[in-house]
């Protein structure tokens, strides 16, 4: 049978992967799919359980398993212990022992959430843009790292590296994307200023030159971060480094109408990955019921895709999200003139809908 590892994680994260698991149950209970899916701890709640944020048993099922559904770690009750011991090191340490080094992130627009957008609706509307952002390298990985006290100052650094081979895997990855889509691919980088950077167009130009029907060009992130908000259709797929692909990510969510919408997957080498919505773990709206669980949802969709090849029900599960949109259901974080409903009833809908 297969599984999915469901990590639920902190703050909103439980409540909307509750909604996601119910999801998996009802296209299970429709197509025979068997999928099974034991839950583990992980971030905070983890640390309080086990004193740390990704306890080895829990390391070990997303290892046996076949994917892996996040829903969101951290808390402000955890800023105050060591770093080593934080929820968001339980990400970075998962990424890294699984090896997930691409990160895909969508930003589309449902067009019933034209007016969610914070951005005006001849602007967003059509909006499909894929951010390729590389997961296991960069900044957040590179040492030597730390904090230290020198000529009585304090002080804090972290290195920025990247290897040739890091930056040619993300590359194929953007550009194989790139194939099923509009055939362009955009590389984000900071070239006029760092040495890295140069390195990372150099190697994004000759893995370019392997596939000659994909249109390729180049932007510094700081005009990047501006062409997002000013003109965002010009993208297709979007390839970039970790730090910089946390940073648009984050600001192409909101084009969308709200973060809650917005659904990630993080990739090995073959297709194994981790599954999980954009947006944090929110703890201003832990437990009122109201958090969003459709990036959660369009994670599991994301999942059936990439992981288990089955895109038919990738497909019925956007539907069902589109349709359950279409009939006005709408969470706080997305409503405009709306009634708001809750993190359940939208789960419901969605459900009905499949």
């Given at each position: 049978?297969?599984?999915?590892?469901?990590?639920?994680?902190?703050?909103?994260?439980?409540?909307?992967?509750?909604?996601?698991?119910?999801?998996?149950?009802?296209?299970?209970?429709?197509?025979?799919?068997?999928?099974?899916?034991?839950?583990?701890?992980?971030?905070?709640?983890?640390?309080?359980?086990?004193?740390?944020?990704?306890?080895?048993?829990t390391?070990?099922?997303?290892?046996?398993?076949?994917?892996?559904?996040?829903?969101?770690?951290?808390?402000?009750?955890?800023?105050?212990?060591?770093?080593?011991?934080?929820?968001?090191r339980?990400?970075?340490?998962?990424?890294?022992?699984?090896?997930?080094?691409?990160?895909?992130?969508?930003?589309?627009?449902?067009?019933?959430?034209?007016?969610?957008?914070?951005?005006?609706?001849?602007?967003?509307?059509?909006?499909?843009?894929?951010?390729?952002?590389?997961?296991?390298?960069?900044?957040?990985?590179?040492?030597?790292?730390?904090?230290?006290?020198?000529?009585?100052?304090?002080?804090?650094?972290?290195?920025?590296?990247?290897?040739?081979?890091?930056?040619?895997?993300?590359?194929h990855?953007?550009?194989?994307?790139?194939?099923?889509?509009?055939?362009r691919?955009?590389?984000?980088?900071?070239?006029?200023?760092?040495?890295?950077?140069?390195?990372?167009?150099?190697?994004?130009?000759?893995?370019?030159?392997?596939?000659?029907?994909?249109?390729?060009?180049?932007?510094?992130?700081?005009n990047?971060?501006?062409?997002?908000?000013?003109?965002?259709?010009?993208?297709?797929?979007?390839?970039?480094?970790?730090?910089?692909?946390?940073?648009?990510?984050?600001?192409?969510?909101?084009?969308?109408?709200s973060?809650?919408?917005?659904?990630?997957?993080?990739?090995?080498?073959?297709?194994?990955?981790?599954?999980?919505?954009?947006?944090?773990?929110?703890?201003?709206?832990?437990?009122?019921?109201?958090?969003?669980?459709?990036?959660?949802i369009?994670?599991?969709?994301?999942?059936?895709?990439?992981?288990?090849?089955?895109?038919?029900?990738?497909?019925?599960?956007e539907?069902?999200?589109?349709?359950?949109?279409?009939?006005?259901?709408?969470?706080?974080d997305?409503?405009?003139?709306?009634?708001?409903?809750?993190?359940?009833?939208?789960?419901?809908?969605?459900?009905?809908?499949?």
């Amino acid at each position: 049978m297969p599984k999915i590892a469901i990590l639920p994680g902190d703050g909103i994260g439980p409540e909307v992967a509750e909604q996601a698991v119910r999801v998996i149950e009802a296209i299970n209970a429709k197509h025979n799919t068997g999928f099974e899916c034991p839950t583990a701890p992980m971030g905070g709640t983890a640390y309080d359980l086990h004193g740390h944020p990704l306890p080895p048993a829990t390391l070990a099922l997303a290892q046996e398993c076949d994917a892996v559904l996040l829903g969101a770690v951290g808390g402000p009750q955890w800023e105050a212990i060591k770093r080593e011991h934080r929820p968001e090191r339980a990400l970075l340490g998962i990424r890294k022992a699984l090896n997930l080094f691409a990160n895909l992130r969508p930003a589309t627009l449902f067009p019933q959430l034209a007016e969610a957008s914070t951005l005006k609706p001849e602007v967003v509307s059509g909006l499909d843009i894929m951010i390729v952002r590389e997961l296991t390298g960069g900044i957040y990985f590179g040492q030597p790292r730390g904090l230290e006290t020198r000529d009585g100052e304090r002080m804090g650094f972290n290195t920025l590296t990247y290897t040739e081979s890091e930056i040619r895997r993300i590359g194929h990855v953007a550009f194989r994307t790139a194939l099923l889509r509009d055939k362009r691919v955009c590389s984000v980088d900071k070239a006029n200023v760092l040495e890295v950077s140069e390195l990372w167009r150099e190697i994004m130009i000759s893995v370019g030159e392997e596939y000659p029907e994909v249109e390729l060009s180049h932007m510094y992130i700081d005009n990047a971060c501006m062409q997002l908000v000013r003109a965002p259709k010009q993208f297709d797929v979007v390839v970039t480094t970790n730090l910089f692909g946390d940073i648009l990510s984050d600001a192409a969510s909101m084009l969308t109408g709200s973060i809650g919408m917005l659904p990630s997957a993080s990739l090995d080498q073959n297709g194994k990955g981790m599954y999980e919505p954009v947006h944090g773990s929110a703890p201003d709206i832990q437990g009122q019921g109201i958090a969003n669980p459709l990036a959660t949802i369009l994670s599991v969709a994301m999942m059936m895709r990439s992981t288990f090849k089955l895109p038919e029900i990738a497909a019925s599960i956007e539907n069902a999200v589109a349709e359950s949109l279409e009939s006005g259901l709408r969470t706080a974080d997305i409503a405009t003139s709306q009634t708001p409903c809750s993190t359940s009833e939208m789960g419901d809908a969605v459900i009905s809908k499949l």
